[in-house]
């Protein structure tokens, strides 16, 4: 089955620098991946996705690459602000199939102000 | 995007009790709920896969008598958390596959004392 490895678990940048988190993944067969950011208490909410057919997705602060050679997405922040501090998940699926997905560890960031 | 609501939000109860969770898709007809657990600072694992009419399917190690899922129509899917012990206390999130990006209800946080 599919395995999803996310770097780091933690992150700490300062108000206005950028944040990046990586994931790497395992089945070849997956093309739909999405990130999600979950608060504390709450459903984790999606904000970004990206398809295998194409390489990079920007949606104003965020962007997310993805490098289907080397199996790998990442997920960019710039202009971090305190509000951005939350956990978040890369997941990895096979879109066809039901989407269902398996989710990397998660990163917990924080913005400091 | 897909509109789904979690019943009950919060739940605490005796070891050795059984409780049950229900989760509604609220304006679409989901064939398949995906069952996922997220224990404390933890990532979201999936659980099993209820599907309409027939029997779910659970992942490895999810005993299946302990957790019974029915999924009695395309808009209702409910997870029973039998005989339960402290250490099923966890967050509970369904999320209805065959849409087009994966939503999340706002999940059941269990207590077992």
């Known amino acids: 089955g599919e395995n999803v490895e996310q770097h780091p678990s933690t992150l700490s940048v300062q108000e206005g620098d950028s944040a990046v988190i990586k994931c790497t993944y395992s089945?070849?067969?997956?093309?739909?991946f999405p990130w999600y950011k979950q608060e504390l208490g709450k459903r984790p909410q999606l904000i970004i996705d990206?398809?295998?057919?194409?390489g990079e997705k920007k949606d104003q602060r965020i962007a997310v690459t993805l490098n289907k050679t080397a199996k790998h997405f990442s997920l960019h922040i710039t202009e971090t602000q305190p509000e951005d501090s939350a956990v978040y998940f890369c997941?990895?699926?096979?879109?066809?199939?039901?989407?269902?997905?398996?989710f990397g560890g998660g990163t917990r960031l924080m913005v400091k102000p | 995007g897909a509109v789904v609501s979690q019943h009950p939000s919060r739940v605490i109860c005796k070891s050795g009790t059984s409780v049950k969770i229900e989760c509604r898709s609220l304006?679409?007809?989901?064939?398949?709920m995906f069952w996922y657990r997220q224990f404390p600072k933890k990532s979201l694992m999936l659980m099993a896969t209820?599907?309409?009419?027939?029997?779910?399917?659970?992942e490895q190690g999810v005993e299946k008598d302990k957790f019974l899922i029915n999924h009695a129509s395309l808009t209702l899917s409910t997870l029973t958390v039998t005989s339960a012990h402290p250490e099923d206390s966890s967050f509970y999130i369904c999320?209805?596959?065959?849409?087009?990006?994966?939503?999340f209800g706002p999940g059941t946080r269990l207590t077992v004392l």
């Open positions: 999320s209805p596959g065959g849409t087009d990006t994966q939503y």
């Open positions: 990206i398809r295998s057919n194409v």
């Open positions: 209820s599907n309409e009419g027939s029997k779910a399917t659970y």
């Open positions: 304006d679409f007809q989901a064939t398949t």
């Open positions: 997941a990895a699926s096979v879109y066809n199939a039901g989407n269902m997905l398996t």
């Open positions: 089945d070849s067969a997956s093309n739909y």
